[in-house]
């Protein structure tokens, strides 16, 4: 079982060198990439597995024992991360490959998109596995150069000035983060995470306070978290559509498991609850009311993005199993959806010629079945029941009663209204996009658009072009997966609280990595 | 109850599919489903009244308490029959309604199908949150039936209306609904009606939860989605707005009365908003000309009567307002229905186009006078009978001195006047003949089977009232389930008791209502509307549009500089406020180890300054490089060659490699267009220099315990067999970040690749055709580049390969000759470094850096044709190659039995180079070299010999045309708004390029 986990990093990381040599051969590179995330996604689910039946694993690689060595580490919560992660990965390739098959144009070149897009994997599954805070910086650094290569794919001037801001502020994130693992190495004396968790109850809480701040402000920039998230919405949208959909579902919520592992297992005393909920409350909000005024939908959807991740720090926040269950199950439920809607979105741009609802018309008319997924996935974003992002909020919303504080109750409020206008802005995309017919676009008129901005980085009406199977059945998949969230949302809960006790129980995490007790 | 929804659930994703083959036909077909339902539902009747209840629950998710649960009591059996009841009924009235050609029929009929399941499902739900779920969903529904037409206008904003009310309702209750649970301990809808908690808690759950009970049975202030709903086709109006949906907060109501009316405020709100929504309902009815608007607005006023009866709390009240919802969802559900087929038969809906109707069509006049009669309160027909128990009920706790009794009995007096006034008024304005003029001459008589939905109500109403007495056997248990004791009971004579005559009363001062109708006419106009409500809905959507566009434009206003600086500017505030008030300064402190690292220091600092002040990017580029060679200042200092090694080398290729990009940028760098943006960065930049200082002081201050690395160079040598620590931490103990890092590496070097060889084409030549098939990367065009031509043999008897294929005012004989002596040489020394690491300062890190430099000049003597010959390999495969060895070398020893990355040696004696301990870890090491070269290589390649053909290109193009450079038309978004730095510079003029050219 050991074997199995520098495994998940290694495949991709040699499917991306083959891809690499293959530069030439298309063909080659798809079967590599394909091959590489298959096995992972595998991998994945036999660790989850036998995580949840044998507990935590930890390999030592080379040998060496932490905390000189570098220890990896799946427990619940990275394996239920891993295998989400792998199979976005896995269906967002399928509508990349799909995509790429119909238009065999330049704004994928197909050689480079493999190799970084395996990296990006490889960088992913490291941050999850990672036992090590400089690894897991490591893994940072591998998905982040990835994403910038892919982000700036096909390289126009929007994709460049895009990239220009992606890439400053990943830096400065990036510096942020290695800045505080040297302070916490200063400190501590180590960089095995479970040591530092040791280590640091013994430093007084006003250096534990500044320890725990600086590692955080470095994820909350990588998960947009207010007000370290305006970055967001000028860098996502302009990325080829299967790229921005793994952004979104994926990058972000590295910096919200980051998050989750600093306030459960590294800094256990510091009293995050006030501090985050306080985050919490401005990021839906603020993030919200972006959405709201976006004629694209996709930097709507990038703005949703932000806003919900208040969604997850609130959970975080609260603390507790209740609460913890229901942010990994948002935090599943949230991958997944935002990685659909994106892909929703690139077929609706592809079948309209347009991604602003400014333009948008007649869609239900012309690609019915396309409609059928974008409004299961819209619905699901904002939390509409049956669906697991209902489900998750009930989760959290339960949580915040019981937790009781009228800082909570301000949070449920926020929360609930953040849920009401995403539906607001959502439906507004499925009057104008959908139910309007073509004929009407020009020279609409309506209260419902007067307030809206176009995307600064608006190209105006395109040739539509062709969806191929590939690229409907990929995002058919992940519709399909998003309702089995939802139909078996009662093991996925208890899988999520068998999680958060797992995450709450630090001495076990402790006991994992060093079986003969701590050095 | 689950079996009925799964059928109901495979049903509606079937209808779509069986709509194609079936037509109009197929809502007969699926209207099986709500009729056996029905009939099921009536079946359990015995057992309900017998045993009480029927219960079923299946396990969903128990961490949230949320499960399957339905139960089965009075109330939701009255309920279930009137939804599947109606529903059947509106479900076959559909075949008729529409055509075969309806557009989006089988859309439509799986939504209203799905819709009545819906419905069952929410009343029977024994689960609150279950409850919800089917709430909401009902409201989807009601969204996607009311925007039918999906191409009017009006029907889809009516359609987000009513979403959006019900759905904020909705949100608003579901807070309460938590609230409740939580502190009930229990999410069964039955333990909480039976719980009944008290305290400020429940108070404000309750409210919460009558907030969407109203917003969804279109209560004031939320009762204008209602009449603009009335967008939807007929079937759904008489539906969704007239027999079920809006039924569903009555129904809440009336389920959480026996545990809750006698709360704080329950009366007041309800008994308030629901006499103030009936009168203000009934008086905008009596002004519609639109027979469906007319009965909209009756709708919103019956459904305040109904707010009133089942929250009044008291047995009786209970028993009267279960009969008046059954009467109400009868009889309103008939004249939705009466009015779709006018409007089919007649064009218009509009009674003052219409004429003679009762003549054309008597069975028609029949159905509606019994409706009416019903809606007004005529006996024998069963709203009567609601009505009078409901004014008996009233009258029996205004006499027990409870005050909203009175409140009760007036207020729904006087709105039953007004219902029995908009009543005639509706049936006068659909039958009566009329002479004017505008009478519209349009006429289909519509199908005889479309009467036999509204019939069969209209028969039913009259049967239920004249059997009236036989439903209390049936409806008991609902009102026995509050404290008190049910007196009164359902029947059509009562005998001469108040009620009798308040009833007489009301239908005489209606009668005189309806006879006086041009003065109420002209005292409606002259009053002005009292609530505007839906003016309130547009304003506060405008405003939350307007609001947030403020904010986000605010948020977003400076793009990157902004962003960076909200960035920086938390950090100061909140490390800096932590570092102020935590008490952890160090109480000892050291100035400096060794004198030397304060003049180090201080060359750094003042290069940073210097860096930060210049506005010439080369000399910027030169001061970063100075603090990077402070840095191997440092490193030496403190005894680490291998670093200051490494590191000198990484600040050598990276200037090479600025000085590559910076030729194609302007000299200078833009001033800031405003001084105070200047002033406003150096004290950030200061500040987060300060505040950072200040927390490693701290941090470094507070070590409790040495760390790791104190062990490390024993360790190493050990078990690493090497006595060179940082290649031994390089290449074993943390080989795992090397090997990430060096992905890291590929992925850059490729990026870069890509972007410059893709760009250029992209951004260069636009439209004007692109030379090779897109996707050829620009690694492989260098090597098949038809610009090229290959070496000739002549080229030999240069210094170097490409000696021959270079203009004479770029070459440099000195260059050539040194670079000649010194490159192989230079690879020779680099593969030493690569194999000697383990012991001595080297690693393959350092030997790639130093076999990259030696390319570097290679490059620069000879440009890129020289390159291309100095190693006629892909970059691309020599990343691929060195990451395939140190990955390989990586998974390899897990063949062997051992952990990822597990070392194995080999050590022998080898002339020259000595004792060599040669093991996997050199493997890694050599993939981490090929790495290295391959970054150098194509880093040279796309920054180096890219740009220069791009260069000559525009050169030429630029002499052939006088055309304008396209790079000059990336339009300069607000990225940079305050900056004002072009991403995408602008071509400088050929004589500043050709000058730094070599």
């Known amino acids: 079982m050991n074997a199995l986990v520098p495994l998940v990093v290694t495949i991709p990381l040699l499917g991306a060198a083959i891809a690499l040599i293959f530069g030439q051969r298309p063909r080659v590179q798809i079967f590599v990439s394909l091959i590489s995330l298959t096995l992972v996604t595998a991998i994945a689910a036999v660790l989850l597995v036998a995580v949840d039946q044998t507990g935590t694993v930890t390999v030592n690689v080379g040998g060496w024992a932490p905390p000189w060595g570098i220890v990896l580490v799946v427990d619940r919560l990275s394996a239920i991360m891993l295998l989400v992660s792998a199979l976005m990965l896995l269906g967002v390739l399928i509508f990349a490959i799909g995509q790429g098959i119909v238009d065999d144009d330049n704004e994928t070149p197909v050689s480079i998109f493999h190799p970084a897009y395996l990296v990006l994997s490889a960088g992913l599954f490291d941050a999850f596995v990672a036992g090590d805070l400089f690894n897991m910086y490591v893994g940072f650094e591998m998905l982040l150069a990835a994403s910038y290569v892919l982000l700036t794919l096909g390289g126009t001037g929007a994709r460049i000035r895009a990239g220009v801001t992606y890439i400053v502020i990943s830096l400065m994130s990036s510096l942020l983060f290695v800045g505080a693992i040297a302070l916490i190495y200063g400190a501590t004396g180590t960089v095995t995470i479970a040591l530092i968790s040791e280590r640091v109850r013994e430093l007084p809480m006003g250096v534990q306070a500044i320890l725990c701040a600086a590692l955080l402000l470095g994820f909350a920039v990588k998960a947009a978290v207010f007000p370290l998230s305006f970055w967001l919405p000028d860098s996502y949208p302009t990325a080829p559509a299967p790229v921005t959909a793994v952004f979104a579902g994926l990058l972000t919520k590295v910096g919200v498991y980051a998050i989750i592992r600093t306030d459960t297992v590294m800094f256990v005393d510091v009293p995050l609850r006030i501090p985050l909920m306080v985050v919490a409350f401005f990021t839906l909000l603020v993030g919200i009311m972006g959405a709201v005024m976006q004629a694209d939908i996709k930097r709507l959807l990038s703005f949703t993005l932000v806003s919900h991740i208040g969604y997850m720090i609130f959970g975080i926040a609260i603390g507790g199993d209740i609460a913890l269950t229901a942010t990994i199950f948002y935090v599943v439920h949230h991958i997944v959806v935002q990685t659909t809607l994106f892909l929703a979105t690139g077929l609706v741009e592809r079948v309209g010629g347009s991604t602003s609802i400014s333009r948008l018309g007649g869609l239900l008319k012309a690609a019915p079945f396309v409609a059928v997924l974008f409004f299961l996935g819209a619905l699901n974003l904002g939390g509409i029941p049956p669906f697991s992002g209902f489900l998750g909020k009930i989760g959290l919303f339960q949580a915040g009663v019981e937790e009781g504080s009228w800082l909570s109750y301000v949070l449920i409020a926020a929360g609930a209204a953040t849920s009401l206008l995403t539906l607001y802005a959502l439906a507004r995309v499925w009057n104008m996009a959908f139910w309007r017919s073509r004929g009407e676009v020009e020279g609409y008129q309506s209260p419902l658009l007067e307030s809206l901005a176009e995307s600064p980085e608006d190209s105006g009406t395109v040739a539509t072009k062709q969806t191929s199977r590939l690229m409907v059945g990929a995002t058919t998949g992940m519709v399909g997966l998003t309702l089995l969230l939802t139909v078996f949302a009662g093991p996925i809960f208890g899988y999520a609280e068998r999680a958060a006790a797992q995450v709450e129980n630090v001495e076990n995490y402790i006991s994992a990595v060093f079986p003969e007790g701590s050095p | ?998």
């Open chain 2, 1 to 998: 109850m689950a079996t009925i929804l799964t059928i109901f659930l495979i049903v509606s994703v079937a209808t779509p599919f069986l709509a194609r083959f079936l037509k109009n036909h197929v809502f007969t077909v699926v209207a099986l489903v709500p009729a056996g339902a029905f009939i099921w539902t009536l079946l359990q009747g015995e057992q309900i009244r017998t045993h009480g209840e029927i219960t079923e629950t299946i396990r969903w998710v128990p961490q949230l308490d949320l499960a399957l649960a339905f139960r089965m009591d009075t109330l939701a059996w009255l309920l279930a029959l009137v939804v599947t009841g109606v529903g059947t009924v509106v479900l076959l009235y559909c075949t008729q309604y529409f055509t075969k050609r309806e557009p989006g029929l089988g859309r439509f009929a799986a939504f209203l199908f799905a819709f009545a399941g819906t419905m069952f499902g929410l009343v029977t739900a024994d689960d609150i949150l279950l409850m919800f779920m089917f709430w909401e969903i009902t409201s989807v529904l009601s969204y996607l039936l009311i925007g039918h037409y999906t191409g009017k206008k009006e029907s889809r904003g009516a359609a987000l209306q009513a979403l959006l009310v019900t759905t904020f309702g909705g949100l608003v209750m579901l807070i309460g609904v938590i609230m409740i649970s939580v502190q009930v301990g229990s999410t069964s809808l039955s333990a909480i009606v039976a719980a009944g908690v008290t305290g400020p808690m429940a108070v404000t759950a309750i409210l919460l939860i009558i907030v969407g009970a109203i917003s969804k049975s279109a209560i004031v202030p939320f009762h204008f989605w209602l009449p603009a709903a009335m967008a939807a086709p007929t079937p759904v109006s008489a539906y969704l707005h007239a027999a079920a949906m809006v039924k569903a907060g009555i129904y809440l109501i009336a389920r959480l009365a026996p545990g809750y009316a006698d709360l704080p405020g329950w009366k007041l709100v309800l008994i308030g908003l629901g006499v103030w929504t009936m009168l203000v309902g009934a008086w905008r009815s009596l002004r519609q000309y639109d027979l469906k608007l007319v009965l909209a607005y009756g709708t919103v006023s019956q459904l305040g009567f109904l707010m009133v009866i089942v929250g009044f709390g008291t047995p009786d009240a209970a028993l009267a307002g279960a009969a008046l919802l059954l009467a109400h969802a009868i009889y309103k559900s008939t004249l939705f229905l009466v009015v779709g087929i006018i409007d089919h038969a007649a064009g218009t809906r509009d009674w003052r186009q219409l004429s003679g109707l009762g003549r054309k069509m008597p069975v028609l006049a029949v159905i509606t006078a019994l409706a009416i009669a019903s809606m007004a309160g005529i006996p024998p027909l069963l709203g009567f009978v609601a009505k009078e128990s409901i004014f008996g009920a009233f009258l029996q706790a205004a006499e027990a001195g409870d005050p909203y009794g009175w409140i009760a009995l007036i207020g729904t007096a006087v709105g039953s006047i007004l219902t029995v006034a908009y009543s005639a008024r509706f049936f006068w304005g659909a039958f009566a003949t009329r002479t004017a003029a505008c009478v519209s001459t349009e006429w289909h008589k519509p199908p005889t089977a479309i009467l036999i939905g509204p019939g069969v109500l209209a028969v039913v109403s009259v049967l239920l009232g004249i059997f009236s007495p036989a439903l209390n056997a049936w409806l008991d248990p609902y009102p026995e389930s509050f404290d008190g004791h049910l007196e009164g009971h359902l029947a059509l004579w009562h005998g001469f008791e108040p009620a009798l005559f308040i009833s007489i009363a009301i239908l005489g001062l209606g009668a005189a209502l309806f006879w006086k109708k041009t003065q109420v006419a002209r005292l409606q106009e002259a009053l002005p509307p009292l609530v505007d409500s839906s003016r309130g809905y547009w304003s506060v959507t405008r405003a939350v549009d307007k609001i947030s566009a403020k904010v986000t434009i605010f948020g977003q206003r400076g793009g990157l500089p902004q962003y960076l600086a909200t960035i920086l500017v938390v950090f100061v505030l909140v490390l800096g406020t932590l570092a102020a008030i935590g008490n952890v300064w160090p109480t000892t402190f050291r100035l400096y180890d060794y004198p030397q690292q304060v003049v180090i220091a201080l060359v750094m600092a003042l290069a940073t300054l210097g860096a930060a002040w210049t506005r010439k990017r080369m000399a910027a580029v030169l001061l970063v490089g100075v603090t990077g060679f402070g840095m191997v200042a440092l490193f030496a200092f403190h005894g680490a060659p291998d670093l200051a090694l490494t590191q000198a080398l990484v600040e050598t290729i990276t200037i090479v490699a600025f000085v590559l990009v910076l030729r194609r940028l302007p000299g200078n760098s833009q001033k800031l267009t405003k001084r105070v943006h200047r002033g406003r960065r150096a004290v950030i930049a200061i500040g987060t220099g300060v505040v950072m200082g200040a927390i490693a002081l701290i941090a470094l201050g507070s070590r409790i315990t040495d760390p790791i690395s104190a062990q490390l160079p024993e360790m190493a040598y050990y078990e690493g067999h090497g006595k060179n620590v940082v290649n031994v931490a390089l290449v074993d103990i943390r080989a795992w970040d090397t090997m990430g890092e060096i992905s890291v590496l590929v992925v850059v070097a490729t990026g870069i690749a890509s972007l410059l060889f893709v760009s250029g084409r992209a951004d260069k030549k636009g439209r004007r055709g692109l030379r090779r098939p897109a996707t050829a990367l620009g690694r492989r065009s260098v090597l098949s580049d038809p610009d090229i031509q290959p070496a000739t043999p002549g080229a030999r008897q240069s210094w170097l390969v490409s000696g021959g294929k270079i203009a004479s005012a770029n070459r440099s004989i000195l260059l050539e000759v040194l670079v000649r002596l010194m490159f192989h040489p230079a690879i020779v020394v680099s593969i030493f470094l690569l194999f000697v690491g383990h012991n001595s300062p080297g690693g393959g890190f350092a030997g790639g850096l130093l076999a990259g430099l030696a390319l570097v000049f290679r490059y620069l003597a000879g440009g890129r044709y020289e390159l291309r010959e100095a190693v006629p390999i892909d970059a691309g495969k020599l990343l691929g190659a060195g990451l395939v060895l140190a990955v390989g070398s990586a998974i390899g020893s897990l063949f062997f039995g051992s952990e990822i990355l597990s070392s194995a040696y080999l050590s022998a004696d080898i002339p020259v180079l000595g004792y060599i301990s040669i093991g996997t870890t050199t493997i890694f090491d050599i993939g981490v070299y090929l790495v290295v070269v391959g970054l150098v290589l194509d880093i040279l390649r796309s920054l180096g010999g890219e740009v220069d053909r791009q260069q000559d290109e525009a050169d030429i193009a630029e002499e052939s045309t006088d055309e304008f450079s396209p790079r000059q038309q990336v339009p300069n978004t607000d990225l940079w708004a305050t900056q004002r730095v072009p991403i995408v510079p602008d071509t400088p003029s050929a004589t500043d390029t050709r000058e730094d050219n070599r």
